[in-house]
């Protein structure tokens, strides 16, 4: 069975596999358009797998943001599989291109990588960065939703107290999910805030505090140093804590996006992306771009407005949103 075939069954499994494969399908209709569209063309032009077929193949990747260097490894990998699969025909490579796409996501790692870190009774705490305007509050906002709707108990920290509006935006959010907010005045200590939504979420006896934090911070050091002063709250009052650093990144802003990342990696252990607003752009690439130049698995993918649309990231279902119109044609 090819890759193709095997990615065509798995999302046509359940209810549930079906649905994903839906909101994968839906919200990768740009990128779709675009990548597999040039893919589709390359192959109709070519009838050999050549240099040159592949010469312009890394451009089709290098134009949906999938990063230099990723797409160096990638090309690597697909002409040691055509030669050790003796492909000619270039409509033979669709299935190869699919299946190296999913490894390369995955490097030495299971599928358990994209799950978020929570633990079993006893408090868990994550810990959101990244800067204005991605997205980050309504992807705490939707985050609280989901764990509240799984049967958790959620309380949110309010720690971005330099943004004006992002206290009241994050008490909507907080309404919305049926979940407590914790808070103090606009300008007050971020740390403290944390240090007020740890004590809260003990005593309400939560299963999961999700702190938010500033991302109007102009330069490296001042992120380093609140988020190292934040992160040493956490640490001090739940050993093991914060069991996951989500960064916020904004999937329109492509190789800015990776730039934010390395940014916040040196100042912050970050453990996983939220990649939001993959809906609304044509290089959703900058997903395996992140995974392999930073080592920092995607775990949430935002594919549209609504609430439920925060999906679990799942590389299967993004390598099967990309390919959606050729799997059906096969």
Not at 18 to 36: A, I, L, W
Not at 119 to 141: C, D, P
Not at 213 to 218: H, M
Request: some cysteine; hydrophobic content about 40%.
């Amino acid at each position: 069975m090819s890759f193709m075939d095997k990615l065509k069954t798995r999302f046509k499994k359940t209810e549930e596999t079906e649905e994903v494969s839906t909101k994968y399908k839906e919200g990768m209709k740009k990128s779709r358009n675009s990548f597999s569209g040039k893919i589709n063309d390359l192959i109709a032009r070519y009838r050999k797998v050549d240099e040159e077929f592949f010469e312009e193949l890394e451009e089709v990747l290098i134009a949906a943001d999938t990063g230099v260097m990723t797409v160096m490894d990638l090309i690597d990998e697909l002409k040691m599989e055509v030669k050790r699969q003796n492909i000619k025909d270039t409509k033979d490579i669709k299935d190869v291109i699919s299946e190296k796409l999913v490894e390369i996501y995955y490097g030495d790692d299971d599928e358990e990588v994209e799950t978020l870190n929570l633990k079993e009774n006893e408090l868990s705490v994550i810990l959101v960065v990244g800067v204005n305007g991605v997205g980050k509050t309504t992807s705490i906002g939707k985050l609280a939703y989901q764990l509240k709707q799984e049967g958790k108990r959620v309380v949110l920290a309010a720690g971005d107290t330099f943004r004006a509006g992002a206290i009241e935006q994050l008490e909507i959010w907080g309404e919305r999910a049926d979940v407590d907010v914790i808070k103090q005045g606009p300008g007050s200590d971020p740390a403290a805030v944390i240090y007020d939504g740890i004590k809260a979420a003990k005593s309400r006896e939560a299963d999961v505090l999700i702190c938010d934090t500033a991302g109007r911070l102009q330069n490296k050091v001042n992120l380093m140093n609140e988020l190292t002063k934040v992160k040493r709250v956490i640490e001090r009052e739940v050993p093991g804590a914060p069991h996951e650093v989500l960064l916020v990144l904004d999937a329109t802003t492509g190789q800015n996006a990776l730039n934010q990342a390395k940014t916040f990696s040196e100042a912050t252990n970050v453990s996983g992306i939220v990649l939001t607003k993959l809906d609304g752009t044509a290089k959703g690439g900058i997903v395996l771009a992140i995974r392999n130049e930073l080592q920092i698995p995607v775990k949430f993918v935002g594919l549209g407005e609504q609430v439920e649309d925060l999906q679990k990231f799942d590389a299967h279902a993004f390598v099967y949103g990309l390919f959606a119109d050729m799997l059906e044609e096969a």
